[in-house]
């Protein structure tokens, strides 16, 4: 049996030989002579994919770059690198040309550069599945004797497909503040794209509208909204991308004020001749007395003082008499006959002031003029 120490370096052995003869003469123990052996540690190389990921995902025409490292790469004179691929009968086979078909995806061109570096480039035509790779690395150990030691990175998959549409990660959210002269309040929009850079353009439309008409702030992931009016409006964004356009969830902003409603009735009556005999007719301001005659019409109505009123409405309500009579409501006025007397009037406004909740503020203002306050002399 061969004799020694087995370990890294240099070992010496030889070897007992025991033969047994006719007798014990013929009989006996043979050692052979010592030989010297070298034993030397030679490291298989370390490969590593430097994606680390074993299945990536590309657009279509867009390159993907595998790049494989040696992490002792430095205990070998020279490397040599060699790429496959998994053809459908589960082997690795070597690419060998720079453009290539394959039986998975028949259809489809892939191409190929840096066939035999530690760095593959890789495109295909069109979207398809499934293409997977590796590298096998060659360290040749430069020593006694030259050795070859081979060893495989991982395999990683590729999957290549059109571009898709953007994918919304945040839609704009309601929002409602009160107005100030130099606030502003911020919506924001954001989403994901393979491949292509993304557009964004806001939209707007008041509330009840069916219309929406462009904000114009820039193609920006955020919309800055004034606070110093009162609103109510709801806002949008539409994200674009190479392949097509997806538009958010709509956002109400409501910018609510609690200004008090200010529209007055300021009293006064004041009187337009419509018709009649072409007579002059005269108002006499200081006096309160109307001049006319006998089929003359008129239309009365009032000042008001609309204020900060959005919406406003006046006009004559009865009963509106002279000397006791009922008299026709509608703030218009025939002279039936000769009168002199008393005109008594009563005023309405109704006024309305948009807070930018939706609900509106209202009032309504009744004035009756004093019965002295206009005389009528027909």
């Known amino acids: 049996m061969p004799t020694g120490e087995n370990h890294l370096g240099t070992s010496r052995y030889s070897c007992d030989v025991e033969f047994i003869g006719y007798n014990e003469l013929s009989s006996g123990k043979y050692r052979s002579s010592v030989i010297e052996v070298t034993v030397n540690d030679y490291e298989l190389p370390v490969v590593k994919m430097d994606n680390e990921k074993s299945e990536i995902t590309s657009i279509v025409g867009d390159e993907v770059i595998l790049t494989v490292s040696v992490e002792n790469e430095a205990y070998y004179g020279n490397m040599s690198y060699q790429w496959y691929y998994l053809n459908e009968n589960q082997e690795y086979q070597v690419i ?13 061109t892939f191409t190929f550069d840096g066939i035999l570096t530690n760095q593959r480039h890789v495109k295909a035509d069109g979207e398809c599945n499934g293409l997977t790779l590796r590298c096998r690395v060659i360290g040749l150990k430069v020593g006694d004797r030259n050795t070859v030691l081979p060893s495989n990175s991982d395999s990683v998959t590729l999957n290549f497909i059109q571009e898709p549409s953007p994918e919304i ?11 100030s002269a ?12 393979y491949k292509s850079a993304l557009s964004y ?7 009840g509208e069916n219309e929406w008409w462009d904000v114009y702030q820039g ?16 806002f949008r964004c539409k994200i674009t991308n190479d392949a097509c356009t997806v538009t958010t969830d709509e956002a109400l902003v409501v910018i609510t004020d609690d200004t008090v409603l200010n529209a007055t009735l300021d009293g006064g009556l004041s009187v337009e001749f ?5 007579k002059e007719y005269l108002l006499m301001e200081n006096r309160h007395t109307l001049y ?30 002279i000397r006791g009579y009922d008299m026709s409501p509608d ?11 008393t005109f008594e009037y009563y005023g309405y406004i109704y006024a309305e002031y948009d807070n930018g909740v939706g609900s509106l503020q209202s009032v309504e203002y009744t004035h009756k003029n004093k019965p002295e306050l206009l005389k009528l002399n027909c």
């Open 96 to 108: 060998t040309q720079t453009s290539q078909k394959f039986s998975f995806a028949p259809d489809i």
């Open 169 to 179: 990660t945040e839609n704009p959210s309601p929002i409602m503040a009160q107005r």
């Open 182 to 193: 130099n606030g502003s309040v911020t919506l924001s929009a954001k989403a994901m794209t």
């Open 201 to 207: 353009q806001w939209e707007a439309r008041d509330e």
């Open 219 to 234: 193609n920006a992931t955020t919309l800055s909204i004034s606070t110093s009016t009162a609103l109510r409006r709801s």
């Open 274 to 278: 419509v018709s009649g005999n072409e």
């Open 292 to 321: 006319c005659e006998v089929g003359d019409v008129f239309n009365f109505s009032f000042a008001t003082t609309n204020g900060n009123a959005t919406t406003i409405e006046k006009k004559l309500i009865a009963p509106w008499k």
């Open 331 to 341: 703030g218009s006025w025939r002279v039936e006959f000769n009168i002199v007397g």
